[in-house]
């Protein structure tokens, strides 16, 4: 596809469940980031890739979030142990970082609700 | 550290133009950016501008940089329906890749 493809759109969970949340990127973008947005709130920065490698990880909230990106496209973002407070929609992002103006495109988000 | 902060709701009559403000607390900003995010959809950019620059035009779309001031702002010239969305404001710091969001203006624009 043309744009960043994220799935699933829609995760429902108990509380400490385990979740994996995939994204595509666009072909070709060497950077990908996560971000997570709660209700009314702007995307917060949970981890950015350059290639394979986690560039930032500094946004990560606790070690039960983990990503990965093992070819340097898709990633997956992991969390264990799943919180009431996890609730929210997670983007994925990618760029290409070449030119600079640093445009990030987004995915729709995979809306996650942990019951 | 870097915060940047918006005001969350705006209304305006159709055929009007509308203003959204953003400030700034990183004074190393290298590029600002106004995403656009519609309902059930991901974010979009719409326009950006780089640090040493005042202004910039792009069609209906004005954006202001007061860097002395540390605000940004978007005007929105002949407002239509369609531009009803949450527009986010971003900076990327000096250096970075990481853009900051704000928390976005939710626009809505009434007949």
């Known amino acids: 596809g043309a744009g960043v493809s994220q799935t699933p759109s829609n995760k429902v969970t108990e509380k400490g469940k385990y979740v994996e949340l995939r994204c595509d990127p666009i072909?070709?973008?060497?950077?990908l980031y996560w971000y997570r947005q709660s209700l009314g709130q702007g995307p917060e920065f949970l981890i950015y890739?350059?290639?394979?490698?986690?560039?930032?990880d500094s946004g990560l909230p606790n070690d039960r979030f983990f990503a990965v990106r093992p070819e340097g496209s898709v990633s997956t973002l992991k969390i264990q142990r799943t919180e009431r407070g996890d609730s929210a929609v997670y983007l994925c992002?990618?760029?290409?970082?070449?030119?600079?103006?640093?445009?990030?495109?987004f995915g729709e988000g995979s809306r996650l609700t942990v019951l | 550290g870097e915060d940047v902060e918006q005001s969350l709701f705006l209304s305006v009559r159709e055929g009007d133009s509308s203003v959204i403000n953003c400030t700034y607390t990183?004074?190393?900003?290298?590029?600002l950016y106004w995403y656009k995010q519609e309902p059930g959809a991901g974010l979009q950019l719409l326009t950006y501008?780089?640090?040493?620059?005042d202004m910039k035009q792009d069609q209906r779309l004005t954006v202001l940089l007061n860097k002395k001031d540390k605000h940004l702002s978007l005007r929105i010239a002949d407002t239509q329906t369609g531009d009803s969305a949450i527009y986010f404001c971003?900076?990327?710091?000096?250096?970075?890749?990481?853009?900051?969001f704000g928390r976005g203006t939710s626009l809505i624009v009434h007949p």
């Open positions: 990183d004074s190393s900003s290298t590029y």
């Open positions: 501008i780089f640090s040493n620059m």
């Open positions: 992002a990618s760029s290409t970082l070449a030119g600079g103006t640093g445009e990030l495109f």
């Open positions: 971003a900076e990327t710091a000096g250096g970075s890749y990481i853009p900051t």
């Open positions: 072909s070709g973008h060497t950077a």
């Open positions: 890739f350059q290639g394979t490698g986690a560039a930032d």
